[in-house]
């Protein structure tokens, strides 16, 4: 007993400052690729390169759209590594969640040269997403939302759909003393039945559409679907096959989508954080008034 | 690469003793042994490599040749420990006769791979004990994906519900506990059936490939460079491990030399990803009787590792840092000192874990003769990996047959023989101290012959796999034996890309450890062995 006590009191306080502070990632780490559009000669070898085509490329006469899928990227890099022009750069940026599958992509339309490369750039099109401060304000009221929604509680029951399991090694981190979820008032629960929130991985396996869909029905309302990783957002580098439905809102409606491959225990939490933004509003969308 | 010599006097004997019924044989550049012979051979052939040579067959599979040579073939691999080899055994199957002999019942080690195949080529295996489906469930259409002429974007019509047929357990008293697919933790989804008589177990069915995603089919698909990314989600908590085996498949086939400082970085992040996942099921074990405490330090010092991971990969699972030919970047002296300091002081915060495990009796009594698996069952089964060391089984691809920079490092081989959860415990535990030291002597040699390491020496140079090549990739992941063996078509794609996790190999012993056990001790006893579901299912 007091080897416990003295190794604990040894350990000290071993929990991240997150989302206080911001996200602490190695100098090398791999998060959102970012694009300097107009900087782009030439799509094509990123498109080529890339293995769950996130970045495509058609070309009509002499025009050319890429689009830019954050929802299928799994964070490789080899894309910046295919663009000598240096137009794509790996930032260290991993909070991508949003409520919209739109805003994870980005359509850049380019006017081509005769060689096929591009000429310049017409328009970017993209929806704008959840700007960083409103994320912010809502770190800070966090804990006071879930207080006053939920009655102090978030319950979450995990899905895995079909993942590889990479997610769920994240997941199961934010349970540990070092992301501790708990001290917002957030517990993983056994069933669905108890939970507010669907925190859905994999690319739903035909074998798991069924599971999946009666875990969802067993969910009370107000419930909540959060799809986790490149997967749960379009499948992954899995895609759409003769086993794999490419996403998790193929068969059930979700509310958040986080990206990554997997996705880092803080951009977890970051999703999560702005599905209680979501929950909110569906809750004045239901009742009619504010909570 | 690893020419063994050892095989060549292995052929020998085999063609003195089966002449004729060998249709071809050859010793592949890279050391594997081809052989085709008449299938009325092959279980005598199999017997014999069994008895005269220690083989263990760790590997069963088919291809659909029918396009090139009309027929499609079963391959047997056949693990020879001694000689630091593998035979490849392969039988043609007659398109008009779509059947082949089951060894099920001599070697039950080979069961659901069998099964696998009748479902994924529709091939009958004649003989089989329990020829039912396993890949596929009960619901599947009546389709076979792994044959060319099926289309890897088919749309089958929805899924309507299990209809497995579960073996009855009756008798007074006798209750079916059925548990899942989506279970009460943070895993993966799998069904358990426990019948129960009160508390104590009876039998349990295990059914697996409910995240069954068509990978090996997947990688006929796509090129091989975008292949080392489909193989690291193969089981995400082995990531690095199968994109090595995959890559050391493909570099095998392609002949490609790969550079020490490649191989060296290589085996220091298979040990980085052993201690993560070791430390996270020693803690977990912890948990599962109750003992939280021990897995808040376990937890910690996971995060440590893939704190560092990150640091060294720029990805916490090591995701993006095997490349076909080596490996995308070196390590700079910071990151290697890092990686240093960072042993340093998970050495000592490591032993106060176990110490603090190893002095709570109450834990140690929920562990001791809880969940065991025999050595005989161990060894009927073919179960490998930090499980089968557990229980008598001394093997360990990393000595038996060295890859990465394996060869001249040292280390130990724990094994035990009570089979029970202590022990495998106890395994994981030696493992992470060799692991350390593993870790210790490769920095050292990355260091002293490999100061400078430009991009260059990183990696193979190659444009062009060359098609038609057959290779193995093998390692020894920190579950135990993954194998990848491949098969090269043109445009640098693969023709046949076949994986096999551990955990496939070793789920059937699940239902052996725990009959007699209590219910309640069931998590700790699959934590114990912690497979893979998506390993299993692909």
């Given at each position: 007993m007091f080897k416990i006590l003295r190794q604990s009191f040894n350990a000290g306080v071993v929990t991240t400052d997150y989302p206080a502070k911001p996200v602490e990632t190695s100098p090398i780490f791999r998060g959102r690729p970012v694009f300097d559009f107009s900087r782009w000669k030439d799509a094509r070898p990123a498109a080529e390169i890339c293995p769950t085509s996130a970045i495509e490329v058609k070309d009509d006469s002499d025009a050319r759209m890429v689009t830019v899928d954050y929802g299928k990227c799994?964070?490789?890099?080899?894309c910046a590594d295919a663009s000598p022009e240096k137009a794509i750069r790996i930032s260290r940026?991993?909070?991508?969640?949003?409520?919209?599958?739109?805003?994870?992509v980005i359509q850049a339309k380019y006017k081509l040269n005769r060689?096929?490369?591009?000429?310049?750039?017409i328009e970017i099109c993209k929806t704008p997403s959840i700007s960083a401060s409103a994320v912010e304000v809502a770190g800070k009221r966090f804990k006071e939302e879930i207080a006053h929604i939920l009655g102090r509680s978030l319950h979450i029951r995990e899905v895995d759909?079909?993942?590889?399991?990479g997610c769920e090694i994240e997941i199961v981190n934010l349970t540990g003393?070092?992301?501790?979820?708990?001290?917002?008032?957030i517990h993983f629960v056994a069933s669905p039945r108890h939970a507010d929130m669907l925190l859905v991985t994999g690319p739903v396996t035909r074998n798991m559409e069924l599971a999946l869909r009666k875990t969802y029905e067993a969910t009370p309302d107000p419930r909540l679907v959060v799809a986790v990783g490149a997967c749960g957002c379009?499948?992954?580098?899995?895609?759409?096959?003769y086993a794999s439905l490419g996403g998790v809102d193929k068969v059930i409606p979700v509310d958040v989508y986080i990206p990554g491959c997997p996705p880092c225990p803080q951009a977890l939490l970051h999703g999560i954080l702005l599905a209680v933004q979501r929950l909110q509003q569906k809750l004045i969308k239901s009742r009619g008034r504010s909570v | 690469m690893n020419v063994s010599s050892g095989l060549a006097p292995i052929l020998d004997e085999l063609r003195r003793k089966f002449r004729s019924q060998i249709e071809s044989a050859e010793i592949s550049s890279v050391g594997e042994v081809y052989i085709q012979i008449d299938p009325i051979t092959l279980s005598g052939l199999c017997a014999h490599l069994y008895r005269k040579?220690?083989?263990?067959?760790?590997g069963v599979f088919s291809e659909d040749c029918r396009e090139g040579d009309g027929c499609f073939y079963i391959r047997y691999v056949f693990a020879i420990a001694p000689a630091h080899g593998y035979v490849v055994v392969r039988t043609r199957i007659a398109p008009g006769k779509p059947e082949f002999i089951s060894l099920t019942t001599a070697v039950p080690a080979v069961n659901w791979q069998e099964r696998e195949i009748q479902d994924m080529f529709g091939l009958k295996a004649i003989g089989h004990p329990n020829p039912h489906?396993?890949?596929?469930?009960?619901?599947?259409?009546?389709?076979?994906?792994?044959?060319?002429?099926?289309?890897?974007r088919t749309k089958l019509p929805p899924f309507q519900g299990e209809r497995h047929h579960f073996r009855e357990v009756e008798g007074e008293g006798v209750f079916q506990v059925p548990v899942g697919?989506?279970?009460?933790?943070?895993i993966e989804p799998g069904h358990f059936l426990f019948s129960v008589a009160?508390?104590?177990?009876l039998y349990l069915q295990i059914r697996l490939f409910?995240?069954?995603?068509?990978i090996e089919k997947l990688f006929e698909s796509m090129p091989a460079t975008h292949g080392v990314f489909l193989a690291e989600s193969i089981s995400g908590d082995s990531s690095f491990s199968h994109s090595t085996a995959f890559c050391q498949a493909l570099e095998r086939a392609g002949g490609m030399e790969v550079p020490m400082a490649a191989r060296l970085i290589r085996t220091l992040l298979l040990e980085l990803e052993r201690i993560y996942n070791h430390v996270a099921d020693i803690g977990a074990i912890a948990t599962d009787v109750a003992f939280v405490v021990a897995n808040a330090h376990a937890m910690q010092l996971k995060e440590l590792i893939l704190q560092l991971n990150d640091r060294l990969a720029g990805n916490r699972l090591l995701?993006?840092?095997?490349?076909?030919?080596?490996?995308r970047r070196g390590l700079e002296t910071g990151q290697i000192q890092d990686l240093r300091d960072v042993m340093d002081s998970l050495r000592g915060r490591f032993d106060m874990l176990v110490d603090l495990i190893f002095s709570s009796m109450s834990t140690l009594d929920r562990l001791e003769n809880t969940g065991v698996l025999t050595p005989q069952t161990a060894g009927d089964l073919g179960v490998v990996g930090v499980a089968g060391r557990a229980s008598?089984?001394?093997?360990d691809v990393r000595r038996d047959?060295?890859?990465?920079?394996?060869?001249?490092l040292k280390f130990r081989v724990p094994v035990y023989t009570a089979g029970d959860v202590l022990h495998r415990l106890k395994v994981r535990v030696d493992e992470v101290c060799e692991s350390i030291s593993i870790i210790g002597q490769a920095v050292e040699q990355l260091s002293i012959k490999h100061a400078s390491m430009a991009r260059g020496d990183v990696v193979a140079h190659w444009k062009i796999l060359p098609p038609g090549q057959c290779a193995l990739g093998f390692v020894e992941g920190w579950r135990g034996e993954i194998l990848h063996w491949v098969r090269t078509a043109e445009?640098?794609?693969?023709e046949r890309c076949k994986i096999k996790d551990p955990s496939l190999q070793n789920w059937p012993a699940l239902s052996e450890a725990i009959q007699g056990n209590i219910i309640p001790d069931f998590p700790v006893v699959n934590k114990s062995f912690n497979l893979s579901y998506s390993g299993t299912d692909r």
């Open positions: 799994i964070f490789c890099g080899l940026e991993c909070e991508l969640a949003v409520q919209n599958r739109a805003d994870l060689d096929g490369c591009q000429d310049h750039l759909a079909g993942s590889c399991n003393p070092v992301y501790d979820i708990e001290r917002f008032g379009s499948g992954g580098i899995f895609g759409e096959n | 040579f220690h083989a263990r067959l760790t489906r396993v890949a596929l469930h009960d619901d599947w259409p009546d389709v076979h994906p792994l044959l060319k002429d099926f289309d890897l697919p989506v279970h009460a933790g943070i009160g508390e104590p177990v409910y995240t069954h995603k068509g995701r993006g840092m095997n490349r076909i030919g080596g490996v008598g089984i001394d093997l047959h060295p890859y990465a920079a394996y060869d001249g445009n640098n794609r693969l």
